[in-house]
């Protein structure tokens, strides 16, 4: 496919440090409050120039290995050239007004996968790259190294933690990682596509849109 190598095993490649953010936009990201419960936080990824450098070459042809292949979720609006969330909302608002044109009642149903990135499993991870994206030899071996020692630690303000393995997980902050999860979800996108429901996927929240009519009962 696009990498002759098959190691990404430099040393400030596998290095990171978290900075805390706040899931909620309106406070000063770089703020801890105290007693706050860790949940609160995202985890972003303050990654090397040579890491990203490198992740940007890979994401580059890694869309075109997946474009010129129709391997792109065609249900998912999330990371993806000329699409955004106005789009997911467009794909949503024009089937329920198709709905409704076809008198037909709609549900619609929310799904918000809880940190979905941090529980990103590598193996799984690896396996969907083989079997449903057809990346295999010396560019999975890469993909493997790229995943497997992870280093990170927290930074709070002036404070450091020391270093920590991280076994599961993508990088938020990296330029890989959202490309990655999408990957990671596509599976998922098949299996509600063969139970013939209408959905549509944003990262990790996913839009159900069931549409059936309603048939009067004798009285």
Same mark, same amino acid.
């Given at each position: 496919?696009?990498?002759?190598?098959?190691?990404?095993?430099?040393?400030?490649?596998?290095?990171?440090?978290?900075?805390?953010?706040?899931?909620?936009?309106?406070?000063?990201?770089?703020?801890?409050?105290?007693?706050?419960?860790?949940?609160?936080?995202?985890?972003?990824?303050?990654?090397?120039?040579i890491?990203?450098?490198?992740?940007?070459?890979v994401?580059s042809?890694?869309?075109?290995?997946?474009?010129?292949?129709?391997?792109?979720?065609?249900?998912q609006?999330?990371?993806?050239?000329?699409?955004?969330?106005?789009?997911?909302?467009?794909?949503?608002?024009?089937?329920?007004?198709?709905?409704?044109?076809?008198?037909?009642?709609?549900?619609?149903?929310?799904?918000?996968l809880?940190?979905?990135?941090?529980?990103?499993?590598?193996?799984?991870?690896?396996?969907?790259?083989?079997?449903?994206?057809?990346?295999?030899?010396?560019?999975?071996?890469?993909?493997?190294?790229?995943?497997?020692?992870?280093?990170?630690?927290?930074?709070?303000? &002036?404070?450091?933690? @020391?270093?920590?393995? =991280? #076994? !599961? $997980? +993508?990088?938020?902050?990296?330029?890989?990682?959202?490309?990655? %999860?999408?990957?990671? &979800?596509?599976?998922? @996108?098949?299996?509600? =596509? #063969? !139970? $013939? +429901?209408?959905?549509?996927?944003?990262?990790?929240?996913?839009? %159900?849109?069931?549409?059936?009519?309603?048939? @009067?009962?004798?009285?």
């Amino acid at each position: 496919m696009f990498i002759h190598t098959c190691s990404y095993n430099h040393q400030y490649c596998h290095l990171a440090s978290f900075i805390p953010l706040s899931r909620n936009p309106l406070r000063n990201r770089h703020w801890i409050k105290k007693n706050s419960p860790v949940s609160n936080y995202r985890p972003i990824s303050n990654l090397s120039l040579i890491a990203k450098t490198i992740e940007h070459v890979v994401k580059s042809r890694l869309i075109d290995h997946l474009t010129s292949n129709s391997l792109l979720n065609s249900h998912q609006s999330a990371y993806c050239k000329h699409h955004s969330i106005k789009t997911a909302l467009l794909y949503i608002h024009d089937h329920l007004v198709s709905a409704i044109g076809s008198q037909k009642v709609s549900c619609l149903c929310l799904l918000d996968l809880s940190a979905a990135f941090d529980t990103t499993d590598h193996n799984i991870l690896i396996t969907h790259l083989s079997s449903w994206f057809g990346i295999h030899g010396a560019v999975l071996r890469w993909f493997k190294s790229y995943l497997s020692s992870r280093w990170f630690r927290v930074k709070c303000e &002036t404070d450091l933690s @020391s270093w920590h393995t =991280s #076994s !599961c $997980s +993508v990088p938020q902050g990296s330029v890989l990682g959202p490309q990655l %999860f999408v990957m990671y &979800t596509t599976p998922l @996108s098949t299996l509600i =596509s #063969s !139970c $013939s +429901v209408n959905h549509h996927l944003y990262a990790p929240l996913s839009f %159900f849109l069931p549409s059936f009519r309603l048939t @009067s009962t004798p009285s």
